[in-house]
């Protein structure tokens, strides 16, 4: 059934709101305009004329889009090369979606997007949709097909699994950039001992390569071996350079509202990594290298001017 131009407005009106909600379920930016994408050839084909709240029927479509997506996606991380993270984006990018209230900037953090992993998908869905976009639990309850109790018990138990793995505390973008510009001086030293200062005791550094570029499955634990990777890391190589194709510019930027570094070669993000801090140091560093999650941050970093890089390794 061919859309109207008007049912084409309302969905594209609807669009940025849907994104934003598929990225928080799904982690990836690329899913989540597949899984909107799929909304949209279901409101084609649907009789728009029949639907009362087009909002809530577009809402419940794109979810349980997600959740299937989500089901399967757990199976195939099962096989994926190295540790999974989620596709990080930086400030600016639309997917983020709402950031007015700290719900709301929590729940699309890095540090929450990967407990938001541990969750079911029935559990990750009634987060998202209630702790980030203030849906009632009756409209929860409709989307995913349980009663209003159950949504609200699925809401309390996902926030005591999330709440149980946060260590994070909110800090403005200025103390975050003086974070990490404390924090490259230290990792360019060549010593470990001021890396040693900023990180907490349990410190924790992980990457995801996808299989596709060099990262270690298994997490670095404790402040001292964080360290001496990161000494690792930042000392400048021929071979480091001949690998990425030049020399990383590293800049500090924000993604999905954690201070982050950004290393870039000839405009071409080449690695995020999002530092999550409390008041106690550096608690983990996720780096994401996996050049199939770079390209929309490529692609949105080179749409802006960004100064001058802090370090060339």
């Given at each position: 059934m061919a859309l109207i131009t008007?049912?084409?407005?309302?969905?594209?009106?609807?669009?940025?709101?849907?994104?934003?909600?598929?990225?928080?379920?799904?982690?990836?930016?690329?899913?989540?305009?597949?899984?909107?994408?799929?909304?949209?050839?279901?409101w084609q084909a649907a009789d728009a004329e029949r639907i009362e709240v087009p909002e809530a029927w577009l809402t419940k479509v794109l979810t349980n889009l997600c959740l299937n997506q989500l089901t399967s996606a757990r199976a195939r991380r099962e096989t994926y090369v190295g540790r999974w993270l989620p596709e990080p984006l930086l400030v600016g990018d639309p997917m983020l979606g709402p950031a007015d209230t700290v719900e709301q900037r929590e729940s699309v953090s890095y540090a929450v997007l990967v407990l938001l992993e541990r969750l079911s998908p029935n559990e990750r869905a009634v987060y998202v949709l209630r702790e980030a976009f203030d849906y009632p639990h009756r409209e929860i309850a409709d989307m995913l097909d349980i009663t209003e109790a159950a949504s609200q018990q699925i809401l309390h138990r996902a926030k005591k699994h999330v709440a149980d793995g946060k260590a994070r505390t909110e800090?403005?973008?200025?103390?975050?950039?003086?974070?990490v510009e404390e924090f490259l001086i230290a990792a360019?030293?060549?010593?470990?001992?001021?890396?040693?200062?900023?990180?907490?005791?349990?410190?924790?550094?992980?990457?995801?390569?996808?299989?596709k570029v060099p990262a270690r499955a298994k997490a670095f634990e404790g402040a001292l071996a964080v360290a001496k990777f990161l000494r690792g890391l930042f000392k400048p190589s021929d071979a480091k350079r001949a690998y990425v194709g030049g020399a990383p510019e590293i800049h500090v930027a924000t993604a999905n509202g954690e201070p982050a570094i950004v290393a870039v070669v000839d405009g071409r993000v080449v690695g995020i990594t999002c530092l999550e801090v409390t008041e106690q140091g550096i608690v983990a560093l996720r780096s994401q290298v996996n050049p199939d999650k770079l390209v929309r941050a490529s692609e949105q970093w080179a749409a802006a001017d960004h100064g001058s890089p802090l370090y060339v390794l």
């Open positions: 008007s049912d084409v407005d309302r969905f594209q009106a609807a669009r940025p709101r849907l994104e934003a909600i598929a990225y928080r379920l799904l982690g990836s930016a690329s899913e989540a305009e597949d899984a909107v994408q799929e909304t949209f050839l279901r800090i403005d973008e200025a103390a975050a950039r003086r974070i360019t030293s060549g010593r470990t001992e001021p890396l040693v200062r900023l990180l907490t005791q349990d410190a924790v550094a992980v990457g995801d390569g996808g299989g």
